[in-house]
């Protein structure tokens, strides 16, 4: 990796708060300070889409993820009460799973960007005007822009699940042996 460009830093620094967050979401026993660890990753993902140039990208990653997906599952977190609970046992085999799981792949891409000579981008990427991107946005791209909202909803539609309330007389309240 040629150093003498400030790309390269923010390269490393994006690549950092990547793993770091990732990290903290694997390893913490708190949902909340897991979640922390998303958004951390979520806005390093962005940092790396604006330093491909891709402003739309970036600005979508943390409104829709960031703003959206992070605060609904935040929600659901809170309001099921789930942040108080640990993963207690079940802890150390998830983690001797997880941590070859995780770095084999972040080491082999850390030797590869440290070691092979990347190609830089040849020419800046064209721009878009807004109006031709919404055009194309409620045209070409329609299905997928549907799938997105599609995406936010199921996601709402979960953290009301979890924060769901069992009524007194529901199979997950009743003891063994008690009749409805």
């Known amino acids: 990796m040629d150093f003498s ?3 390269a830093y923010l390269y490393c620094f994006y ?3 990547i793993m770091a967050g990732g990290l903290l979401a ?3 026993a708190s949902l909340i300070r897991a979640l922390a660890g998303l958004v951390l990753t979520f806005f390093g993902v962005a940092g790396m889409y604006l330093l491909m140039l891709a402003v739309l990208p970036a600005l979508m990653q ?3 993820y960031v703003g959206a997906v992070v605060i609904i599952i935040f929600y659901a977190v809170m309001a099921s009460q789930g942040y108080e609970e640990g993963l207690g046992r079940k802890r150390l085999p998830l ?8 770095f084999i ?3 082999l891409l850390a030797f590869l960007c440290l070691y092979e000579e990347m190609p830089l981008l040849a020419q800046k990427p064209l721009e878009v005007a807004l109006e031709t991107l919404g055009h194309d ?5 329609f299905l997928a822009f549907e799938l997105m909202a599609g ?7 979960g953290a009301l699940t979890l924060c769901r309330k069992p009524e007194k007389n529901s199979p997950e309240t009743r003891q063994e042996g008690e009749k409805p």
């Open 62 to 64: 943390i409104l829709i």
């Open 5 to 7: 460009n400030p790309a």
């Open 137 to 141: 946005l409620l045209n070409q791209y």
């Open 151 to 157: 995406m936010l909803f199921v996601a709402m539609i």
């Open 105 to 107: 792949p972040a080491g």
């Open 15 to 17: 690549l950092g708060l």
């Open 26 to 28: 694997a390893l913490s």
């Open 95 to 102: 983690l001797l799973a997880a941590v070859p799981a995780g």
